[in-house]
């Protein structure tokens, strides 16, 4: 190998960093050597103004008496997403599968523990009598002896725990377990997290294959979701095949757009930026709405903005801390296809990230920094979705806080002129622009 092939293959690897640390530190690029910037105390996390805690001044909001994880008001995000309010359509469920590919999870964090995934082919007793999550044969038949949770790539073991914080902290903003009376909640209160470990500080390793064959294991054990809080400069050909394999299982594939301070339009981050249509690329705002100056941006690469500052989540030891970067707006996003996905299980991956990106809050000025010009809101993704707008045009019959016919999306339904606002048409016009688009899709194929 010459020197240029080596130094690239060097900056492969360090470019393949974690993000997340970003705004602790201010050098993204190295800011994954040092771990030590988390907060891993409880109760040190950021102060939030009292307007903006859960179930406040909102006549609409009608969160069931599950919400009593005690530490729910200290994610702003989930305030801002409308999260909460979400909550009485759909909690999500244990149905769906998604897959962290990240630093491991702390298996045995309370918050955290009952939302794993179980593999069913490495769980229950073996003809012996054995727990076949530990009785060292691989029961299934998959390659991976004892994977009951997922696996480690990094040292290929069964061995997922988490010796770095990041991927634990990821996993409590998609589905920490909520309504458990402890810690807080995540988008989903229910789920079932794959650990798929790529990433350890304490060993060398080469993130980019150990990532590929992450993508691999996903497909092959039927996540439906993939949670991908992480990137580099490089293109990387096998990695754009694993994702294409994945996109062809109906695997949508939620990646950060990075925080390298960057245009995506101009200086490639992947896997966020590769050109396949599971893909979604999401940045990160603060809690005025703005994209951090660490985050990466787009309006051709990057689709959309999720709360990214001081996010409050899950680490490891039953502790909770904040941290930064894109990395926790796209665990937003994949809690928000976990509850898509929960509330209408027959959804492709393409009408998941359709709710996802179409339903958002505008904002004019994310029109510079994404392709939709909006951040995230669960509400108005589960309950566009919930008025049946997407499939038959049916009335739902879900109606938290509103008015039977306010949002109907049949036009022969008699709809209130004075609520009869840009919903309805929203509705249609999303479901036509779906339809034209399911249509070019068979064309294509
Ligand atoms: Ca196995
Ligand atoms: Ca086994
Ligand atoms: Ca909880």
Not at 38 to 58: M, Q, R, V, Y
Not at 189 to 207: A, H, Q, T
Not at 250 to 274: C, H, M, T, W
Request: without cysteine; glycine residues 8%.
């Amino acid at each position: 190998m010459d020197f240029n092939k080596m130094l690239s293959a060097g900056l492969a690897v360090v470019g393949f960093a974690l993000i997340g640390w970003g705004m602790l530190n201010n050098t993204p690029a190295q800011a994954y050597h040092k771990p030590a910037a988390i907060d891993p105390l409880p109760n040190h996390g950021p102060f939030f103004p009292e307007k903006l805690s859960a179930n406040k001044n909102k006549k609409n909001d009608k969160p069931s008496v599950l919400l009593n994880d005690p530490d729910i008001s200290k994610n702003w995000g989930l305030k801002i997403s409308d999260a909460l309010k979400a909550r009485g359509i759909t909690e999500g469920s244990k149905d769906v599968i998604v897959a962290v590919i990240d630093t491991g999870i702390d298996t045995n964090h309370r918050d955290l523990r009952n939302n794993l995934w179980i593999n069913a082919g490495e769980s229950g007793k073996d003809s012996l009598g054995r727990d076949k999550a530990t009785n060292g044969i691989d029961d299934d038949g998959n390659g991976f002896i004892d994977d009951v949770h997922g696996w480690n790539f990094v040292n290929n073991s069964n061995r997922v725990d988490d010796n770095h914080g990041h991927g634990t902290h990821i996993a409590g903003i998609i589905g920490a377990e909520g309504g458990n009376n402890f810690g807080i909640t995540g988008i989903a209160s229910k789920v079932s997290l794959m650990v798929l470990k790529y990433y350890d500080p304490r060993f060398p390793s080469n993130n980019l294959e150990n990532t590929i064959k992450a993508i691999n294991y996903a497909t092959k054990m039927h996540a439906q979701i993939i949670n991908y809080s992480g990137g580099g400069v490089d293109y990387s050909q096998p990695e754009f095949e694993a994702i294409r394999k994945a996109r062809s299982a109906g695997i949508l594939f939620v990646a950060a757009a990075g925080n390298e301070r960057s245009n995506s339009d101009k200086q490639k981050y992947y896997p966020a930026n590769y050109d396949l249509d599971n893909i979604i690329s999401v940045t990160a705002i603060d809690p005025k709405l703005q994209v951090l100056s660490s985050s990466n941006y787009g309006v051709q690469t990057v689709h959309v903005a999720a709360p990214g500052e001081d996010i409050y989540s899950t680490l490891p030891g039953n502790a909770f801390g904040s941290l930064t970067g894109t990395s926790q707006a796209t665990a937003f996003a994949t809690g928000l296809a976990v509850l898509i996905k929960a509330n209408n299980p027959e959804f492709k991956y393409s009408a998941v990230k359709d709710y996802i990106l179409k339903t958002g809050d505008e904002y004019p000025w994310l029109r510079s920094k994404t392709g939709t010009s909006k951040k995230l809101n669960v509400y108005k993704a589960l309950t566009t979705l919930d008025r049946n707008v997407s499939a038959s045009g049916a009335l739902a019959t879900n109606t938290i806080g509103l008015q039977e016919n306010t949002f109907a999306a049949d036009p022969q339904t008699t709809v209130d002129p004075m609520q009869s606002n840009a919903f309805v048409e929203f509705g249609k016009t999303l479901m036509q622009n779906m339809e034209a688009s399911r249509v070019r899709n068979i064309n294509n194929n």
